[in-house]
Structure formats: C-alpha cells, structure tokens
C-alpha cells in the first residue's frame, strides 16, 4: 500500500469516543479551510459504523461553514430509523462547538428488482491516457487541490483543468482510482467514491466558460452535496467520472455527475450546488458573465 493511500485510509478510520459520536482529522496539506469531500466521507463512515444491515444508497447534505484544518471534527450520529429494509442516519459535524456540516443518508438491505441503464459515454481508457502534469507554479493551484497527492490515480478525458484557455466546454469526464488496494469493506469503498466525487465537481461550472480553478477572479466553494449509490463498486478499481453544469446564475451554479465502473456499469449519481463568486476589484473579462441588476 503506498504511504498516500495509508495516509488516505487513516483519514476515514475515525475515532469512536462515545456512544454515537467520533473524531476525525484532517490532511495537513496547507488549506485555509478543510477539504469538503473529506467530511462527507468522514459523516458517511461515522455514519455507518452505526448501522449492522445494508449498504448505503444515498446521501444529502449541505456544507454550513468552513472547516478548521487544524481542528479535530466531531461526528455526532442520530440513528432516525433501523427498518428490516432501510436504515437512516443523521451526522452533525462540528468544530469550536458550531455545526460545519449536516448529512442524511439511508442504508438498504441488498434485494432483486428491476435492471436497466442508460449507456456509458464512449471515451479512451484509462491506460491510453497520460497521467496529468504538475500545473505550473505561476497558475497558483497547489498539488493538493487535485486527486494525485490524495493517494488517487486520475487521468483526464477531457483537457487539464489549469490548461483551459476560454475555450467552452459543456462536459468534464476522467478516469480515478485509489492508488493501491483499499481491502473489501464496501463502506470504506463508497466513503472514498464520496472524498473523489467532490474534487472536480464545482470545476464543471467554470468549464462552461473556458475558466481555469486557478482565475484570479473567481471563487468557488460547494454548498451541498447529493450521491446515490445504485450498485456496489471498488474505488481501487478505474472509475469514470463524467460531469457537467446545467445551469448557473445569481453567484450559484448546478452540476451533475454519474460515475461508472470499467465495464460501464452506472454505479453512482451526483449533484452538487456550488458558489461561484466574481472577486470585487479583480479584473475580469469571462464569457457568460452577468451583473447584479443587469
């Protein structure tokens, strides 16, 4: 196992301190505020630990306020619901005695039914595509704002999102993985699904007007966060991310995301509600944009 994917695995094995509560920490990679696919995975084990039948199904949440990266988070689980079928949790995190993060998710008892799905999007593999590059210092995008240093092998379908040069696109799609096996714990699997489906996300907004993550003069942040899990998948395995944004305005922006597994299998959906913000005082010139009042 490689000393990122250990590092990566130790950050989901939270601690249990009391009936019902946990404590996590975060990677010290320098960030203002801690990475928000981080607590999601963490709710989403804390979660878990707590429920005996089932995987998980679906998760909702919203992010309330940043994190402290230097701060243990407390995890507080209410268990809601534990039915022959379904299971539902609720975890509050919480730092300096305020809430950062609230999610609900269920839990469902493997079962038959209908099988259906729409087709995978044809695209290269995973071992045709080159690993990305580091992304010039000058863009001001650390290593840790992408998936390699998290102990995640990614290779972009679509261009590097530091090499965008205000050419639209209306889709982000790329291949990750966990670097190294994670074992067979389905919950661990799902959770780091979870941590991955955040990274790229809200970036499939500024695609849609040719903006690099790195522009001065926008900033991005996600606000909530929704997942289905439709069948049981390995994240040490390739998965192919593929998302877009519909629709943006008044400073928020939607995106979409369904994931799918080698074989093309739909193993996950996502959604996702992202802040984009015009920085005040930075020059700008970006297609697509609209004034307060206009």
Do not use: K
């Amino acid at each position: 196992m490689s000393a990122q994917v250990a590092e990566l695995l130790h950050l989901l094995d939270i601690e249990p301190i009391e009936v019902n509560i946990f404590r996590g920490v975060s990677i010290d990679e320098g960030r203002l505020r801690v990475f928000g696919g981080q607590v999601a995975a963490q709710a989403l084990v804390a979660a878990g630990r707590t429920v005996s039948n089932g995987r998980v199904h679906s998760l909702h949440s919203y992010f309330l306020r940043p994190g402290d990266p230097h701060s243990p988070i407390l995890y507080e689980v209410d268990r809601i619901r534990d039915g022959r079928s379904f299971s539902t949790r609720r975890v509050v995190a919480i730092q300096h005695g305020e809430a950062i993060f609230n999610l609900q998710c269920s839990f469902h008892a493997d079962e038959d039914g209908l099988e259906h799905q729409d087709a995978a999007p044809d695209v290269p593999r995973p071992e045709q595509i080159a690993p990305p590059g580091r992304p010039a210092s000058d863009l001001g995008v650390t290593p840790s704002s992408y998936p390699e240093p998290h102990g995640l092998e990614v290779r972009f379908v679509t261009e590097l999102p530091w090499d965008r040069n205000g050419v639209l696109h209306d889709r982000e799609q790329l291949w990750l993985r966990a670097g190294s096996s994670l074992g067979d714990d389905p919950l661990v699997h799902a959770a780091v699904v979870t941590f991955a489906s955040d990274l790229t996300l809200v970036d499939s907004i500024l695609q849609r007007h040719g903006v690099s993550p790195a522009h001065p003069a926008v900033a991005g942040a996600s606000l909530d966060h929704c997942m289905w899990f439709h069948r049981p998948c390995r994240a040490d395995d390739w998965l192919l991310y593929d998302h877009r944004s519909p629709v943006a305005h008044g400073g928020r922006g939607l995106a979409q995301g369904a994931i799918y597994d080698g074989r093309g299998a739909h193993v996950a959906s996502v959604v996702q509600e992202g802040l984009v913000r015009l920085r005040p005082g930075v020059p700008f010139d970006l297609p697509g944009v609209v004034r307060p009042g206009a």
